[in-house]
């Protein structure tokens, strides 16, 4: 099931504007809270509240991260198909760094000093994004 993008979901007025003219609907599954896929953190640097939404147009969802709440560049990350159900947390220092001693995988940065885009299947684990030096590096999520 899809959502039209609305204030009703906690999304900035600007931001719901913003999905709703590029034809964006915010992907939900039914029992689960409707705000799931809308999040927001520091995910660019430390200091800086971003908003990062699950949007799909045309049968594929895509992290959309809006620097500091601007439509002017928003960030594009990880389009997939809309065949798997997906939910976006935030993933904060302490989260990634947990889970690459837990699980290894990719090295995260250092220093870890903002927030990354957990990007989780529904009972199949997830992926960390995680923003360094203008590009989104995968890091280890849950398991």
Known sequence: ???????????????????????????????TAKDRNIIQGQF???????????????GYSTILVFWNGSTSA????????????RALYRATPDFIAEHYRRYGGPRP????????????????????????RGFWRMLTGAD
């Open 1 to 31: 099931m899809f959502l039209k993008p609305s204030t009703d979901l906690g999304l900035p007025t600007t931001l719901a504007d913003w999905l709703v003219r590029h034809r964006y609907t915010i992907p939900w599954v039914e029992g």
């Open 74 to 85: 928003p960030g594009y990350v990880a389009r997939r198909r809309d065949d798997s159900i």
């Open 109 to 132: 940065p250092s220093p870890l000093d903002h927030d990354g885009i957990d990007d989780g299947w529904m009972g199949k684990g997830s992926n960390v994004w995680y923003f360094h």
């Open 44 to 58: 660019a640097r430390p200091g800086q509240d971003d908003w990062a939404v699950l949007a799909s147009v045309d």
